[in-house]
């Protein structure tokens, strides 16, 4: 079965600095699909990047990239000038491209503070 | 508007009074799920639906049934609550089990004393 880990319970930042947040993941799968979700205090899951596994170039969207090491099973997450608006929990999730039902894993969350 | 709507979104009843959670979406989606979030653990997958009467458990299916009459509707039912079941709910729904898209409803707060 797969698993996805997040090491870093909580994270700080100052407002406009660049955040890492970290994310791995097991699978013998070859072909997959990576999330980054953010969940605000609202508690509403928004997607904020998304990589298919079989992409060798890394995702972009406006201030987040990801860094995807497929052969180290990696997935983090870089959030540039940071906004207070960033504060939240932040989950990374793997899901197959197979027709399985159960095939959605998410990992812990790391929450993320932004500093003024 | 597509979307996953969830009812109630807040909800605090007693231990053994039997509720239902429901959930319905307007996307003609194949594909439907429970999900439950706890500190720690993040979101763990608690039922799905791959198309209407089709229904299998996930990883946390204990205490919960699930039914699947209708395409646009997955409700979550507990049967006799307890507290350990205290917990935030998200219902999702996809257009297949293998879609790289996934809608999520707005949660469901629920605690049982």
């Known amino acids: 079965a797969q698993t996805v880990t997040q090491s870093q319970p909580e994270m700080s930042v100052q407002e406009a600095e660049t955040v890492t947040l970290s994310c791995t993941y097991d699978t013998s799968e070859s072909d997959y699909y990576l999330f980054w979700y953010k969940q605000p205090p609202s508690r509403q899951m928004i997607l904020v990047i998304r990589q298919e596994a079989y992409k060798q170039q890394n995702a972009t969207e406006n201030r987040f990239s990801v860094n995807f090491q497929k052969a180290a099973k990696s997935f983090s997450l870089k959030i540039s000038d940071s906004q207070l608006g960033d504060a939240a929990m932040y989950f990374c999730?793997?899901?197959?491209?197979?027709?399985?039902?159960?095939?959605?894993?998410f990992g812990p969350g790391t929450r993320l503070s932004v500093l003024p | 508007e597509a979307q996953v709507t969830q009812n109630p979104r807040y909800l605090i009843t007693v231990t053994g009074k039997k509720l239902t959670v429901t959930c319905s979406q307007n996307m003609n989606h194949e594909y439907m799920s429970w999900y439950r979030q706890d500190p720690g653990l993040g979101l763990r997958q608690i039922y799905y639906?791959?198309?209407?009467?089709?229904?299998d458990k996930g990883d946390v299916p204990e205490g919960y049934k699930v039914s699947r009459k209708e395409k646009r509707n997955f409700p979550l039912i507990l049967e006799s609550p307890s507290p350990n079941q205290t917990s935030l709910y998200f219902c999702a729904s996809s257009l297949r089990a293998g879609s790289n898209t996934i809608y999520f409803g707005e949660g469901s707060w629920l605690t049982v004393v």
């Open positions: 639906s791959m198309n209407v009467e089709v229904t």
């Open positions: 999730a793997y899901r197959s491209v197979r027709d399985y039902g159960q095939n959605f894993v």
